[in-house]
């Protein structure tokens, strides 16, 4: 089973769309970090994603003690919070997918190899499973953008054709 580390705006992102349960119930093990989880938590979108927490769909993955120098490190070395830092060593240590939207993360993670990917792909992802209608795709997307989602327009144009086209 592929393993998939979300940081807080793919969440956020996620529940905005309304395919936050969709999402996690697709093959992948889903894990995010209790920093992470802090940012969530929040926010109004916290009784969306706390039953998920509780089912173990979504696992709060604990930080080591030991870990915390490194974390520092990298949130030091890339700009990023440590919330994300966090994030970025799990995806690298459990050789999973990095679920991200912000763009220092993204290439700092993509620098040391750790694949890392966006809400565009995970809509893809619950269109080609079948889980979301193409149509519904499109109005997650619109609903993450019309409640702040920074998303590349280029990329968003590409998939409403493609999806409208269905």
């Known amino acids: 089973m592929k393993v998939v580390v979300e940081d807080a705006n793919v969440l956020l992102d996620l529940v905005n769309g309304g395919v936050l349960g969709l999402w996690l119930g697709v093959e992948f093990?889903?894990?995010?970090?209790?920093?992470?989880?802090?940012?969530v938590a929040r926010t109004h979108q916290r009784q969306e994603v706390q039953p998920f927490i509780d089912s173990g769909l979504l696992i709060l993955n604990e930080i080591h003690p030991g870990s915390w120098e490194e974390i520092s490190r990298i949130s030091n070395d890339c700009g990023v919070s440590i919330s994300d830092a966090s994030v970025w060593l799990i995806a690298k240590s459990e050789k999973a997918i990095l679920l991200t939207g912000d763009s220092k993360l993204r290439k700092s993670a993509k620098a040391v190899g750790v694949e890392v990917r966006g809400v565009l792909w995970v809509l893809d992802e619950l269109v080609v499973q079948e889980k979301l209608p193409p149509s519904a795709a499109v109005l997650a997307l619109d609903k993450m953008i019309e409640d702040g989602a920074f998303l590349p327009p280029e990329e968003c144009r590409i998939r409403r054709a493609k999806w409208t086209a269905n």
Do not use: F, G, P
């Open 29 to 39: 093990k889903n894990i995010t970090t209790h920093l992470v989880w802090e940012e």
